[in-house]
T-cell receptor, first 112, second 108 residues
Framework: NAGVTQTPKFQVLKTGQSMTLQCAQD?????MYWYRQDPGMGLRLIYY???????DKGEVPNGYNVSRLNKREFSLRLESAAPSQTSVYFC???????????FGPGTRLTVL | GQQLNQSPQSMFIQEGEDVSMNCTSS?????WLWYKQDPGEGPVLLIA?????ELTSNGRLTAQFGITRKDSFLNISASIPSDVGIYFC????????FGQGTRLTINP
């Protein structure tokens, strides 16, 4: 089992460009999450999906959109990237909302 | 929203020393989780706590769910070089909230 996979691993964007971060899990988990991690700060929840077909805002949703494509996949889209979105993005999944989360390896995004 | 305060923010210790860190929240939590993050990797779960007062061990690691349900503690005994990393607490009232992390550095 691969667990949680994320693509790409690295990305450089110019201000105003758009892109989609992909995440997939093969553990048949119901819940999936997107976090960002900035230096000196913990993980901040951007969006989450409690189950297939539902998505909800987390602590820092502005500038992002998500799609729970199916039970396996949960994508994060930046419509118009800004330098403030330079960060490391982690996807995670859990059996249900209150269970332990399993994290992907992260995507390092730089917006110039 | 919920706030998690994790301390200390960083620790510099000698190999073999014991380590203690803690998290406090402004509200009651139903679950406390402790994760470790190695450089360039995603966090990995170390210990999960589900009941107030619960004390759980995982090898040299011991964590406790505070009686008030507003705090949790993680202890590492006899530290070794591979313990280096960032340790995060996380809590579940509804959404998951993460602490700011404790960066552990070990001098051999």
């Amino acid at each position: 089992n691969a667990g949680v996979t994320q693509t790409p691993k690295f990305q450089v964007l110019k201000t105003g460009q758009s892109m989609t971060l992909q995440c997939a899990q093969d553990m048949n988990h119901n819940s999936m999450y997107w976090y960002r991690q900035d230096p000196g700060m913990g993980l901040r929840l951007i969006y989450y999906s409690a189950s297939e077909g539902t998505t909800d805002k987390g602590e820092v949703p502005n500038g992002y959109n998500v799609s729970r494509l199916n039970k396996r996949e949960f994508s994060l889209r930046l419509e118009s990237a800004a330098p403030s979105q330079t960060s490391v993005y982690f996807c995670a999944s859990s059996e249900d909302l209150y269970n332990e989360q399993f994290f992907g390896p992260g995507t390092r995004l730089t917006v110039l | 929203g919920q706030q998690l305060n994790q301390s200390p923010q960083s620790m510099f210790i000698q190999e073999g020393e014991d380590v203690s860190m803690n998290c406090t929240s402004s509200s009651i939590f139903n679950t406390w989780l402790w994760y470790k993050q190695d450089p360039g990797e995603g966090p990995v779960l170390l210990i999960a706590l589900y009941k107030a007062g619960e004390l759980t061990s995982n090898g040299r690691l011991t964590a406790q769910f505070g009686i008030t349900r507003k705090d949790s503690f993680l202890n590492i005994s006899a530290s070794i070089p591979s313990d280096v990393g960032i340790y995060f607490c996380a809590g579940h009232p509804i959404n998951v909230v993460f602490g700011q992390g404790t960066r552990l550095t070990i001098n051999p």
